[in-house]
Each structure stands twice: as C-alpha cells, then as structure tokens.
C-alpha cells in the first residue's frame, strides 16, 4: 500500500462513518499568533474546541499539513539522522464536535487499523492516563486487547491541554512494534484525544457538558508500517525523491545517507512553505524557510554538489505529491524560482561567510566560536545559528548561543513585539452574539445593540464623548476582512447618535469602533445603522479593480502569479504579488490597458456561493498567503468571464462604475514580491491631471511643446554627464599632481615605508588610482588615506605584497574604523571602510604608526 492509497482508504473510511471531508487548511495558522505553523490537525479546528466558532457538521475527517520546523515542537535538529523526524509531515485525523466520545473513537481506530489496515494486533500497544478508568475499560472489555499491552502513564505522557488554562484532558496512544534491534522499534502510531475538561485559571478542573475528540495518525509512520519497514525515509514516497536525487547528484546509494535525508526532507517543507505563501526572509517564517533550504543546500555541498540543484527536485516531488495536493502544481514556477534565487543567493555569500569563519577559528585559543562571530555570519551573510554549527561540528568546535542570542537581543524583543498575543475582547468575554451582515443588500438597516464595550471591558452603558465598542443583532456595516477596510457611519438612537469609525470582526461577531458624539447609548437600544455611502462606495470600485488587475497581472505575466496581500482603501488600492523582479514599464502598461479594457467593457459582477472544493475545481483563485483561511462554504466573485475569485468584500455591479484604472507605483515589498499601487474613478482623474500640470511646468520652464520634451531633457542629461566627467577627470589630475607632496610625508618604520594623511574630497576610482601611484613609487610601503564628507568618513589603505606576511590591507584598515565607529572590507592588498566619529579620526590616523610598530616586532 502505498501513501497515496493510504489517503483515499483512511479518507473514505471516515466518510462512511458520516464524517465530513475537510480540505487541509493553511500551513500558516488563521489568525494565531501563538503558533508560527500549523503543527497538528486540531489547529484548523481551535476555534471550535474553545466554543467560540461553530461548524454546520459534527463529525470531520482531514490529512493536514503540518510543520515542525520552530519553537517548541522543532523537529529541525534532528531530520535527515533519525528514522521518524521530519519538518514536514502529514496529520490523518478524524474529529468530533460534542458528537460520539471515548467508545466509539476508541471503536473507530481500532477497527481501522486492526480490520482495513489489517495490522496483527499482537504488533500494538496501548497507553492511557492513568486515572481514565473508562478509556481502560473500552480497550479491556470491548476491544478485549491483551491486558500486557497495556500501560497506565501519568499527566506528563497521557494528559493534553491547550494552554495553562481552557479545554483539556486524557489521551490514549496506540504504539506499533516493529520488532527491531533500533532503540526505537516502538513508535507512536496514534493518539486520541479527548477533551472533557475546562481548566480554570486556578488549574481546577470542570467537567465539560459536551466533550469533543481529537484524534491524530502520522501518514509516514503508518505507510512504514504497511509497507514492512521501519525507517520512514523506505517508504515509496521518500524512496523515489531519493533515487531522484541521486540521479541528479550522480552519486551512489551508499553516499553519506544522513545528508540526502536532509535534502529530501527539506524539499518537501520548502515547497508546501512557498505554495501557502512563505517567503525567504531574516525573520518569522521567512527565517524558517531560509534556514531549511540553506541547510539543505550545505548537505548538498557535503554531497559534492556545488551547482545549483535543490530546485530541480520539485519536478520529482510533484510527481509523488501532486495529486493529493494541485497547489503544487498551480505553484510549481513560483516554488522553483524562488528556491532557485535562494540557492543563488546563498552560493553566492557562502564562500565570503566560510571566509570569516574559518579566520575567526584559526585566531581562537579555545574551541567555542563567540558569539558575535555567530552573529556576524547570521546578519551579514545570512547563515542561521545552526548552519554555524553544523560547520563548527565538522571541526569540533560549539558556538556560543549565549552570546549569540544577546546580540540577537534587540531583534528578537522587535519581533516578540509584533507577535504578542493581545487578548481578544470577544474572546476574554465570551460574547456568543451572532452578528447578521446585511450590507451586501443595503447601506441602512434597524438593528439592536447586544453588547457595549468601554476600555475593552463590557458595559450596560457608553455616556457622550465616550469611545468604545458596540456588536449589533446585524449590521450593514462591512468589518475589516480580505484587505478591505471595515466601513464607517453613524448609529442613531432616540437620544443621539454614534460615530462608527471603524469597523473589525471575530468570526461572527461584528465590532463597531467609536465615539458616542451625543446622548447615552444603552445595552438593548433600538438603533438606526448607517453607512457613509460615498466611501463605501470608493471602497467597493477600489476592490472590484483589485480583482481585475490579480488577473490582468496573471494574464500579461503568466499564471504563476500568486496575490500575496492587498489593502482596498477609499483613496487607492495596494497589491501585493509574487514575482522575482521588477515589471518593466511597458508590461505595466500593458496590465493598465487590460483593466481599462474591462471597465469600458461594462461587465457584470456576480456573487454566489459553494463549497471551497467546488470553487477550486472551477478555477476560482484564493490568497495563498499569510494567515487566510476559508470556510467550507465560501462566497464566490465572478466578473463577466473574465475573473472567478473567491472574495467576501464588497463589490460594483457594473465594472463601468469603476470609471478609470491609474497605477500609480510599482515597488518590492519583500523579497520576491512586487507591490502595486492604483488609484480609480476620480482619484484616478485626479492624478492624471496633477501629472499634465508637471508637464506643463516643465514645458513652459524649458521653452518647449509635450512632444519635445524627452528629446530636450535626454539633451540636458548628456550634456550635464559630459561636464561631471571633465570635472572628474579634472580633479584626478590635480590629485594626481599632489603624489609627490605625500610620498615626501611616508615615514619611515623598520623599512616599511608609512604614509597616513587626509586628503581632498575625490571620488573611489581616483583614490585607488592614488594608493595604486604611491605603493609604486613607495615601493615596499602601507597606505591609509582619508576623506572628510558631509554624510561622514571614507577610507582606503594599501599595502604592498612584500608586507603581507605582517599585515595585510583590511587588518589595517580595521584598525582604524574600529576607533571611529566604522567597518571596512576587501582585499589583502586594498581595502577600503568608513566611519562616522570625525572627532576620533585624528586619534586614529595617529594610532596606526604604533600600530604598524607592533606587527613588524
């Protein structure tokens, strides 16, 4: 049996068992800071186990992505040198919501595994918490297992929460015996969880009226097992990535086995990480990714392989995976440039950060490389703590992690910052208030306050000048969501009135943000909801356009394109998209044209909706990115025949209302993704109006008609490049006439001929042209000379090849720039730095003699 069967056999087992199918969600967590990755197949479900959202079924099934590659559940260390750890794996779990409990999950498992699966009983064992009697009976006396195959283990093993506080309680393990030598040859096959408590702050328990289940199968251990093997890099899936890459790397099964379980482990997250929207970066998930595909990389070189591969592994990995998962498919270009640039990317800084290693080795007299060392690597060349390590290990030197993480202070509290978990009003207080939205059908509605909150606290009453929160029986008012900014108005009551400023949302919950500008408003009050119609309306043409360029950018670029982000103001629209350069001008134009073409066309816009399945099969596009995650039913947005895109904004009927399409701005925003800025309707005219008054300003300024003035300007530009080049030039010669006034002011220093001196303002070219003149007439010499500018220090030094064996030019330099706040770089026989402290720039300059006097001891 191989995995893909296993899938469909567990799946359609369940599904006769009245379960609902439900498609993995995001390996990016909605809307949970707690967790960088979905680790498990609950996560998609959190919501419901804590009772703050609902699903139209009680019974689901699912295979979910999941990563452990971060945080507490960080397998990294450990891939590619045990048999079961991976950074990516697949969760086959099957759920209740307040439906069946202990028997009949205990019943499900086992007749799967047992009956379907046909796995000898005698090969599994069993664990439960020791004070759940009745999980113990339902094995003993209805599952009638061998009593020896059953352990009782205590909360750290058998008991799971969520937190310190909320829903909770005991689990029961299923362990197969593969019967091998391998310490391990006992594995964890499956675990069922069943939630029945409520823990209180206190660390009470309480029982839970309607308790759920959470149960969970690794897909890779349980394929090992059907495939009689203990190792889950034998199983098919693993076996044929490797013989894929051996292939590749022209390299004998026997080649060091530990690196290309590294490699194809580390395919497969990096390609799911890119897929749902994840990009290289320095921090979050980002840094993750980057440390998986360049530790895979390093395994390559460890390999032998120096050019270019790990890329070329996709093509294999979709021929395994692609059927369970299409997005590898839609994304296979997006997956494969950007692990390719990476890859570049990474070769290209390697060599200089092996550099700076290996020095900082050989001047230690310890075997721990410091942590600013580590830090260094890390900031200037992109190498991740244990990337570092795994280099330091080879030659059995650690790293000092201390040190590491106090340089890495600073970074670390910025990014703790903008991950801290802000408790969430509707959450702390358990407002259950379902929110109708009726704003797709109207802009005004009478509704009923059910909740008031002031200082984020409920209340019975907000007073006039009062700010705070109000949740409505139903609203017309459209909550922040899909980039779209919440709408804005006013809520009359009998005796005044409330100024919606903003308006956000949690699940079905709609919070309206503002200020009571008259009266008192009261919990129970009858109120009258109105919209500001002329921004929604900018907001609404302003989202239709964004969905007409997501496809005029699919349709001029290719459709690799992914959305990756997007903001719908009454103003402009943002959108941001994956792609590895900047679009030219003229592709911009080309896109521009397109939407104009669409909003002359006049077409129809039309909502409805279906299952997410359903959508996807009909080509409709969805955001792969950060944390978006649909729901089973999703509403659907089709634009004549020209875009199908699964959308719950708000949106024109006709595109003609959109009236004109201006992009304003195209910039990066990250690596590997462009962003877009537009403007419509009139904001649009506006803009094009302000750009003809330039033009008519420069026009009249440079005594010339429109049609001239590219000609005049090109003019103008040669001819002021042809004056700096003979003020340059200009320059240099007088410079260069000076050279015999600094060869006169080298001092002599045991036969090192030493000149230190500042110079006149010149241009990099002209310096190294100057240090190049006087190592020639100086002969066996070292040179710093310096230049004072407006926004600081620059140097340069030199140092002729028979001084090298004393000091070469970047030592020197740094000797310098170490004292006056700078850095430097290059090569052993020119180097060149700068500085900011111009007060210490003397002091410096002076120190260097003595300097020069201790390396030619």
């Keep these: 049996m191989n995995s893909n069967q296993l899938r469909m056999i567990f799946v359609e087992y369940f599904k006769k068992l009245d379960h609902e199918i439900i498609s993995s969600s995001s390996l990016i967590p909605e809307n949970d800071p707690t967790l960088l990755f979905t680790n498990s197949g609950m996560v998609q479900f959190k919501n419901v186990f804590l009772g703050i959202d609902t699903r139209p079924y009680r019974k689901a099934v699912s295979i979910q992505k999941c990563m452990r590659a971060s945080g507490k559940h960080n397998d990294l260390e450990n891939v590619g040198y045990t048999s079961r750890h991976h950074t990516f794996f697949e969760m086959m779990g099957n759920f209740s919501f307040k439906d069946y409990f202990k028997r009949e999950a205990i019943s499900y498992t086992w007749r799967f595994l047992t009956e379907v699966l046909e796995i000898p009983e005698k090969r599994l064992w069993i664990t439960v918490f020791c004070d759940d009697s009745e999980s113990e009976a339902v094995w003993l006396k209805e599952m009638k297992i061998n009593p020896q195959h059953l352990s009782r283990c205590g909360k750290k093993e058998n008991f799971w929460q969520m937190g310190d506080n909320g829903p909770c309680g005991p689990c029961t393990e299923i362990f197969y015996n593969h019967e ?44 090992a097992v059907m495939q009689g093997v203990s190792n889950n890099y034998d199983i098919e899936l693993f076996q044929y990535l490797l ?131 580590v830090f260094q690597l890390y900031d200037t060349y992109g190498f991740p703590p244990d990337l570092t390590l795994d280099i330091a290990k080879e030659r059995n030197f650690t790293i000092d992690y201390i040190g590491f993480n106090k340089a890495m202070k600073h970074q670390r509290e910025q990014s703790k910052k903008s991950r801290q978990i802000a408790v969430n009003h509707i959450r702390a207080y358990k407002i259950s208030n379902v929110t109708n939205f009726v704003g797709y059908e109207t802009l ?176 409709a596009l969805f955001i792969s990115d950060t944390s978006k995650k649909y729901e089973d039913v999703v509403r659907i947005l089709n634009i004549g025949d020209f875009s199908v895109e699964a959308c719950g904004g708000t949106h024109v009927k006709r595109t003609g209302e959109i009236g004109l399409f201006k992009i304003v701005s195209e910039s990066s925003c990250a690596s590997g993704v462009r962003r877009i800025e537009a403007v419509t309707g009139q904001e649009a005219l506006s803009y094009i109006e302000l750009q003809e008054q330039q033009l008519e300003k420069l026009s009249n300024l440079l005594k010339i008609n429109y049609n001239g003035l590219t000609l005049k300007v090109n003019n103008l530009l040669k001819n002021n490049r042809s004056l700096e080049k003979k003020l340059i030039e200009l320059k240099k010669q007088i410079a260069l006439q000076n050279i015999s006034y600094l060869v006169h002011k080298a001092i002599d220093i045991r036969g090192v001929k030493v000149l230190i001196s500042q110079v006149e303002k010149i241009d990099y070219d002209t310096l190294r042209d100057i240090v190049d003149e006087l190592k020639r007439r100086l002969q066996k010499s070292a040179i710093v000379l310096a230049v004072v500018e407006e926004s600081g220090i620059r140097l340069i030094s030199g140092v002729t090849r028979n001084c090298l064996d004393y000091f070469n030019a ?17 090569r052993p026989d020119m180097a060149q730095g700068g500085g900011k402290s111009l007060g210490q720039l003397n002091e410096a300059l002076q120190s260097v003699y003595q300097w020069i006097k201790e390396k030619l001891q």
């Design 180 to 223: 091998s030598t391998a310490d391990d040859h006992r594995i964890e096959i499956c675990n069922l969880v069943f939630i029945q408590y409520n823990k209180d702050l206190l660390g009470k328990l309480h029982s839970l009226d309607e308790p759920s289940v959470d149960t969970g199968m690794g897909l890779e251990r349980i394929t």
């Design 243 to 373: 013989k894929s890459l051996r292939s590749l790397l022209g390299i004998k099964k026997s080649c060091d086995t530990s690196s290309m379980q590294v490699i194809v482990d580390h395919i497969r997250s990096s390609a799911f990480l890119i897929a749902d929207g994840v990009l290289p970066s320095n921090e979050g998930r980002g840094y993750v990714l980057r440390r998986i595909i360049r530790r895979a990389v390093r395994h390559g070189y460890k390999l032998g392989r120096y050019e270019l591969f790990f890329y070329q592994l996709i093509t294999p990995l979709i021929k395994v995976m692609g059927d369970a998962y299409p997005e590898l498919h839609r994304a296979k270009f997006n997956i494969e440039q950007v692990i390719r640039q990476e890859e570049i990317q990474f070769s290209q800084t390697l060599s200089r950060g092996l550099k700076i290693l290996d020095q900082a080795i050989r001047n230690l007299s310890h075997y721990e490389i410091p942590g600013n060392i």
């Design 810 to 826: 970047i030592e020197l330099l740094q000797s310098v720039t170490i004292k006056i706040g700078g850095h430097s770089g290059g």
């Design 444 to 619: 005004e509605t009478e509704a009923v306050v059910t909740t008031l909150l002031e200082n984020d606290r409920p209340t019975t009453i907000l007073n006039e000048g009062k700010s705070g929160a109000v949740v409505l029986d139903h609203t017309p008012f459209y909550a922040e969501s899909g980039g779209q900014i919440g709408d804005r108005g006013y809520l009359f009551f009998p005796s005044g009135k409330f100024l919606v400023k903003d308006t956000k949302r949690s699940s079905t919950v709609y919070l309206h943000l503002g200020e009571v500008i008259k009266g008192k408003l009261h919990v129970k009050d009858k109120v009258e909801a109105k919209v500001n119609k002329h921004s929604r309306h900018d907001i609404t043409r302003n989202h239709s356009a964004t969905h007409l360029l997501h496809e005029a950018l699919r349709r001029v670029l290719g459709q690799h394109i992914i959305q990756k982000g997007s903001l719908v103001e009454e103003k402009r629209l943002r959108f941001d998209f994956s792609y590895l350069r900047p679009v030219p001008a003229q592709t911009l134009y080309s896109v521009e044209r397109l939407v104009n073409e669409k909003i002359r066309d006049n077409l129809k816009t039309v909502s409805s909706t279906m299952n997410a399945n359903e959508a996807m099969k009909l080509g």
